[in-house]
């Protein structure tokens, strides 16, 4: 008996505020129109919140379906969705495709969101299947691509990723897509070079540089194929290209040359490229790895000299506990203070995120390609500041 007259009471109140909607004065048939699914959530809230499950579940099942209603149909779907009852939301829109009076105009948007609905219940499969049928839509194409190159991401299908972002991309060059398929394109690079295939990979970055010139990742994996054939002073040179491509990433780049340079060159032939850069892109990863070299130059004191001169001006933590340890070696000696600023400084630097993601915030030790967050690629940087860059 409850639960009849909470549904009676759910249908008087849709109903007014549908015939309010429509009926009203004319100041305010601007609105609108009932099927608008942001206007409808905004209305329901106050009927989710305060009729059972039961009877909104109820109401449903009566309710007809016409241009009218299918925004309701949907917008109830989406809410029992968002409230984590994936099950009621799929009931929703299977139940909704079909009943023989949906207009055709709609079906790509149910199908859509039944979709939607699958790959929440982590149904994969099925919510792959509605997605390819949706590839050719005009209106609902582009954003199943989308779904679908995020999903094969997910999954670490990059072959299958690769080909919806061509197929995507068929339809119109984006910036952001060539960036998708150019990172894409990087993860199978990787994979060869894991198999030690350096044709393969090399054939791949070649590739994944045609789609975005800038991709910084691409230059990475190719020093990584030049080291592995011992192109050592080569594989240098492509570290410095990574300052043209995107500064944002210049530490990684020098934290490789530094490493290639120790093992396989001469540290001190750099200091003047060294010098330059860092005129240009200042970050303390680029400032140590200048004193670096020109403590192998010209010594240790011109190296503290220099380091204490552009700590004055730009203060890093890093720097800091670099000058210290610069300072006690010169000295002979440690002293107390000297052991206590530096135990400080790296307490202070060992749980800070190192990466954080310019799109959504996400930050961590650990530099990711793909943010875990948001999906993006290429969004999580070193961090800049006087803890970190």
Not at 73 to 84: E, Q
Not at 215 to 238: D, H, M, N, P
Not at 304 to 333: F, H, N, T
């Amino acid at each position: 008996m409850d639960i009849v007259f909470q549904w009676l009471l759910l249908t008087a109140a849709v109903a007014a505020g549908w015939f309010m909607g429509r009926y009203g004065r004319s100041s305010a048939r601007s609105r609108r129109a009932i099927s608008d699914e942001a206007s409808l959530r905004d209305r329901l809230q106050f009927l989710f919140t305060n009729y059972s499950d039961q009877a909104v579940e109820n109401f449903v099942q009566s309710l007809a379906v016409s241009p009218d209603t299918v925004g309701l149909h949907l917008s109830i779907g989406a809410h029992f969705r968002n409230k984590g009852e994936t099950d009621r939301a799929i009931v929703i829109h299977q139940n909704l495709l079909a009943r023989p009076e949906l207009p055709t105009r709609f079906s790509p948007q149910v199908t859509f969101e039944l979709a939607l609905d699958y790959l929440n219940a982590g149904l994969l499969d099925r919510a792959e299947s509605l997605f390819h049928q949706l590839m050719g839509d005009k209106e609902y194409g582009g954003k199943a691509a989308g779904q679908l190159i995020e999903l094969y991401q997910q999954e670490r299908e990059w072959s299958k990723a690769g080909q919806v972002a061509r197929t995507l991309r068929a339809g119109g060059v984006s910036p952001e897509l060539d960036k998708v398929l150019a990172y894409i394109t990087c993860e199978m690079a990787d994979l060869a070079l894991q198999k030690d295939d350096r044709w393969a990979a090399g054939k791949l970055v070649k590739e994944a540089l045609e789609h975005d010139r800038s991709c910084v990742r691409a230059t990475f994996i190719q020093v990584k194929i030049l080291v592995r054939q011992g192109s050592y002073k080569e594989a240098s040179s492509q570290c410095f290209k990574v300052f043209e491509q995107n500064t944002a990433f210049g530490s990684e780049a020098i934290e490789r040359l530094m490493s290639l340079e120790r093992e396989h060159g001469d540290i001190k032939r750099l200091t003047r490229k060294l010098k330059k850069l860092y005129e240009s892109w200042p970050s303390t990863s680029l400032l140590l790895a200048v004193v670096e070299s020109v403590e192998k130059a010209s010594g240790r004191p011109a190296a503290i000299d220099l380091l204490r001169e552009e700590l004055e001006l730009r203060p890093s933590v890093r720097g800091l506990l670099r000058l210290v340890e610069l300072a006690g070696y010169e000295k002979g000696m440690t002293t107390d203070e000297g052991r206590l600023v530096s135990r400080i400084g790296h307490l202070l630097l060992a749980n800070r995120p190192i990466y954080r993601c310019v799109n959504c915030g996400f930050s961590g030790r650990q530099l990711h390609w793909l943010c875990p967050s948001c999906k993006t690629w290429e969004s999580v940087r070193p961090i800049q500041g006087v803890e970190a860059e």
